[in-house]
C-alpha cells in the first residue's frame, strides 16, 4: 500500500486497500432533527447518494432542504469494504466522500434536488472542489433506481447546456447504480451541528440551473 501515491487517480481494485469485515459503529440518530440515519426509512420515501465536494458542508445543505427525511455522511464509489476516513483520505480505497439523502417526495422532487446538487458545487473540476483536492472531492451521483438515472442524465444536459452558455467546462460528474455506502465515523456525521465554526468548503459556479419541477 502506497499513501504517496498521486491522489487524483482512481487505484485500480487490486491496488485498492483491503478493508475490513466490519462494518463502522455509527450513531443511530440525527444529530439535528433526531430521525434515524438508518434503514429502515418510512414507506414511500426515496434515497439517493450524492457527493460535490467535503462532506460537511454538503450533508448540511440538504438536511436544511425542506422534504429532506435524514442524510448522513459516508463513502462510496470505491473498492474497499469498510474504510475508515483516513484510509480514504490515503486515496487507496477509490471511494468518493458522499452523503445519503433520504427524502419524501410527497414534499420535494427528485428534480428540485438535484438542481441543489448542480448549483451548489462545480461539477467541472474532475478530482478536486475548490482547494480540496483528490479523489474523494470528485463530483457524483450514485442512484438506486433507472427512474432517476434518466433524470440525473437530463438534469446534466441540461445544467452542462446552461455552463456551456457561460463559458464554463464539461461536466465531470460520474452517474452510477449499484455502489456500496459505508457510514463515516460517528464524529463526521452532521459535522457542522457539533462544530458550527468548522469548513464548509461548498462553492458553486454562479451559474443556474432552470430545473426545478
Not at 469485515?21 to 426515496?46: C, E, R, W
Not at 438515472?149 to 441540461?158: N, R
Request: hydrophobic content about 35%; glycine content about 12%; aromatic content about 12%.
Amino acid at each position: 500500500m502506497s499513501f504517496g501515491r498521486n491522489k487524483s487517480e482512481i487505484p485500480s481494485p487490486e491496488q485498492a486497500l483491503s478493508g475490513r469485515d466490519t462494518a463502522m459503529q455509527v450513531s443511530q440518530l440525527h444529530a439535528v432533527n433526531g430521525n434515524s440515519i438508518k434503514p429502515p426509512f418510512p414507506a414511500g420515501y426515496s434515497q439517493f447518494l450524492v457527493g460535490l465536494g467535503c462532506f460537511w458542508g454538503a450533508e448540511r445543505l440538504f438536511w436544511q432542504t425542506l422534504g429532506v427525511y435524514t442524510t448522513a455522511v459516508g463513502y462510496a464509489g470505491g473498492y474497499t469494504p469498510n474504510p475508515t476516513y483516513q484510509e480514504v483520505c490515503s486515496g487507496m480505497t477509490g471511494h468518493n466522500e458522499v452523503v445519503l439523502v433520504v427524502f419524501n417526495p410527497a414534499e420535494v422532487s427528485f428534480n428540485k434536488l438535484l438542481t441543489i446538487f448542480w448549483e451548489a458545487h462545480d461539477p467541472t473540476q474532475g478530482m478536486r472542489q475548490g482547494n480540496d483536492s483528490g479523489t474523494q472531492y470528485r463530483s457524483g451521483l450514485y442512484l438506486l433506481t433507472d427512474e432517476q438515472v434518466v433524470a440525473a442524465e437530463q438534469s446534466l444536459k441540461q445544467y452542462q447546456a446552461a455552463l456551456s452558455a457561460a463559458g464554463r467546462g464539461e461536466i465531470t460528474t460520474e452517474i452510477k447504480t449499484g455502489v456500496d455506502f459505508y457510514y463515516a465515523e460517528t464524529y463526521h456525521q452532521q459535522y457542522l451541528a457539533k462544530n458550527p465554526n468548522g469548513y464548509c468548503g461548498l462553492a458553486g459556479t454562479g451559474v443556474s440551473c432552470a430545473s426545478t419541477a
